[in-house]
C-alpha cells in the first residue's frame, strides 16, 4: 500500500500523545483523522487546521460507530482516562470509558473493515514486579485499576483479534515524558522539570529507589509509525514494549539528572508513597523484530520543556495540565450545572 495515501484514524488524537503523533505522520505524507472527545478543547491541535491531510471528529469512544471509521486503512486508540489518580475519581466510569469504550474502538474496526488496528497501552501493567526485568511475556501485576483496564482490554483484543482479517498490534509504552501541545504535568519527568523550574526544588515520595522505565514521546510516536510500515508476519497478534534498556531508572537518579541539568535545584525526599509501581521492563523485542531504537535522552526532554517554560509558552500551574485536577473541575462543574437546572435545561425553558 502506497503510504501517502493510507487513512490513519486516531482515537483520542488531541491528547498529549495523540496531538504529538497527528503532527509527525501528517508531516510523513498520512492522511490523519483526530477523533476525540475533546475534553480539554481543541488548542493541542489547532496549528493542523487548514492542512489538507488533517481532519477532525468529536465523538466518544464508547459510541464510535462504522460510519466514524469510513475510509480508515489504520485505527490508532489513544483514547481513555489516562493515569491513576483520574481513574480513581470514579471507578465505574472508568471501567465504562477505558474498557468498554476501548472494546468498542477495537470491535467497531473490525465490524468497518479497517486493516490494522494499533492499541496502546502501558509498562505500568507490570506494577509491583517481582520478576528483575519484565518482558512482554512477564506476568502483570497491576497495583492501580488504571493498569488493571489496561491489561484486561488487552486480554480481549488479543482474544478477538486471532484469527480475524484484522492485523492487532499492542504498544505497552514506558512512563512517557517530553513538550506536547496537550501538555501534562503529571508526568515523573514532566513534573520533576516544572518544580526544578518554578521551585529549585524536586520532591521524591517514597525514598526514590523506585525503578521506572521511560520513553521521550516522539519515540513513542517512531514506534506506532514502525508497526504502521512492518510486514503483518512480524507484528499481527503481537505485544511490544515500547522504550529503551538504558532508560530504566531508579526515580533518585531521573532527579540527580534533572538537577545536575538546571543548577542549584535541590531534592527532598520523603519516605512514604503511595504509589508502589516498582518495576524494569526488556526492550530487546521491539529492537530485535523490528530494529527499532529511541532517540531522545532524558536530557533532551528536561532542556525542551524547560526552554518552553523559560520562553512562557507553556504554564507549570495551568490546570489543563493536570489530568486529574482538570477531570475533577469537569465533574465538580457539571454537578453544580446539572442541580441548577430545571426540566433539563439552564438558562433556556
Known amino acids: 500500500m502506497n503510504s501517502e495515501k493510507e487513512k490513519i484514524f486516531i482515537v483520542g488524537g488531541a491528547g ?142 488479543l482474544s478477538k483479534s486471532k484469527n480475524s482479517a484484522i492485523q492487532s498490534t499492542i504498544l505497552r509504552n514506558a512512563t512517557v515524558f517530553g513538550l506536547s501541545n496537550r501538555m501534562r504535568f503529571d508526568l515523573i519527568i514532566n513534573i520533576m522539570t516544572a518544580h526544578a523550574y ?29 508497526i504502521i510500515v512492518s510486514e503483518k508476519k512480524f507484528v499481527d497478534n503481537e505485544v511490544f514494549n515500547v522504550g529503551s534498556d538504558r532508560l530504566n531508572l531508579q526515580v533518585k537518579s531521573v532527579a540527580n539528572i534533572i538537577a545536575d541539568r538546571l543548577p542549584g535545584t535541590e531534592i527532598h525526599i520523603t519516605p512514604d508513597d503511595p504509589d508502589k509501581r516498582d518495576y524494569k521492563v526488556s526492550f530487546s523485542k521491539i529492537k530485535k523484530v523490528l530494529n527499532f531504537d529511541t532517540d531522545f535522552s532524558i536530557e533532551d526532554g528536561v532542556d525542551e520543556i524547560y526552554k518552553a517554560l523559560k520562553r512562557g509558552e507553556i504554564k507549570f500551574g495551568d490546570i489543563e495540565h493536570n489530568t486529574v485536577k482538570y477531570y475533577k473541575y469537569l465533574f465538580d462543574a457539571e454537578k453544580k450545572i446539572n442541580a441548577l437546572k430545571i426540566n433539563g435545561n439552564l438558562f433556556y425553558i
Open 198 to 226: 518554578e521551585n529549585n526544588r524536586i520532591y521524591i515520595l517514597g525514598g526514590g529507589d523506585q525503578w521506572r522505565p521511560l520513553v521521550h514521546v516522539n519515540d513513542v510516536c517512531k514506534a506506532f509509525k514502525k
Open 16 to 157: 498529549y500523545i495523540g496531538s504529538v503523533l497527528c503532527e509527525n505522520l501528517i508531516n510523513e505524507g498520512y492522511f490523519v483523522k483526530c477523533l476525540d472527545r475533546f475534553f480539554f478543547g481543541k488548542s493541542s491541535i489547532n496549528h493542523l487546521f487548514g492542512n489538507e491531510k488533517f481532519s477532525i471528529s468529536v465523538v466518544d469512544s464508547r459510541l464510535l460507530t462504522e460510519e466514524d471509521l469510513v475510509g480508515a486503512d489504520v485505527v490508532i486508540d489513544l483514547s481513555g482516562l489516562s493515569n491513576d489518580p483520574s481513574c480513581d475519581l470514579d471507578q465505574n466510569l472508568t471501567e465504562d470509558i477505558n474498557l468498554n469504550g476501548g472494546l468498542n474502538v477495537f470491535e467497531t474496526s473490525l465490524l468497518a473493515g479497517v486493516k490494522k488496528y494499533i492499541y496502546s497501552s502501558s509498562c505500568s501493567i507490570y506494577g509491583s514486579s517481582e520478576e528483575n526485568v519484565n518482558t512482554e511475556n512477564s506476568k502483570p501485576s497491576p497495583v492501580s485499576l488504571y493498569a488493571e483496564s489496561k491489561f484486561k482490554l488487552e486480554e480481549q483484543i
